[in-house]
Nanobody, 129 residues
Framework: QVQLVESGGGSVQPGGSLRLSCATSGVTFDYYVIGWFRQAPGKEREGVAFIKNSLTSTNGDRWYADAVKGRFAISRDTAKKTVYLQMDSLKPEDPAVYYC??????????????????WGQGTQVTVSS
């Protein structure tokens, strides 16, 4: 059974940093994409950052939303089975509930949101002065 557990959310001032973690278990797919979505109040959920993985890959391809390029970085610790989202230079438009999600995916390109079958419970990020 796949389980994703997020942590690391909190409140920071504009320009601050946070690191989100997504501890995974039960991910046995040979090829998959894992990453982060976010949803702010009154807005649709949107993709933030993703990384492609195989069971033996340690440095997969990455995708970032334009709004976070250059500020956020996704990474993976294979030994700890954990995915991270380093968020720097946080802006007032970044607050949301951030969700970790994974999709079994062996194709080129990136999976649409409906392909993500497994989700974490979400962690709140607040940016406020």
């Amino acid at each position: 059974q796949v389980q994703l557990v997020e942590s690391g959310g909190g409140s920071v001032q504009p320009g601050g940093s946070l690191r989100l973690s997504c501890a995974t278990s039960g991910v046995t797919f040979d090829y998959y994409v894992i990453g982060w979505f976010r949803q702010a109040p009154g807005k649709e959920r949107e993709g933030v950052a993703f990384i492609k993985n195989s069971l033996t890959s340690t440095n997969g391809d990455r995708w970032y939303a334009d709004a976070v390029k250059g500020r956020f970085a996704i990474s993976r610790d294979t030994a700890k089975k954990t995915v991270y989202l380093q968020m720097d230079s946080l802006k007032p438009e970044d607050p949301a509930v951030y969700y970790c999600a994974t999709a079994e995916w062996a194709e080129s390109g990136w999976p649409p949101e409906y392909e993500y079958d497994y989700w974490g419970q979400g962690t709140q990020v607040t940016v406020s002065s």
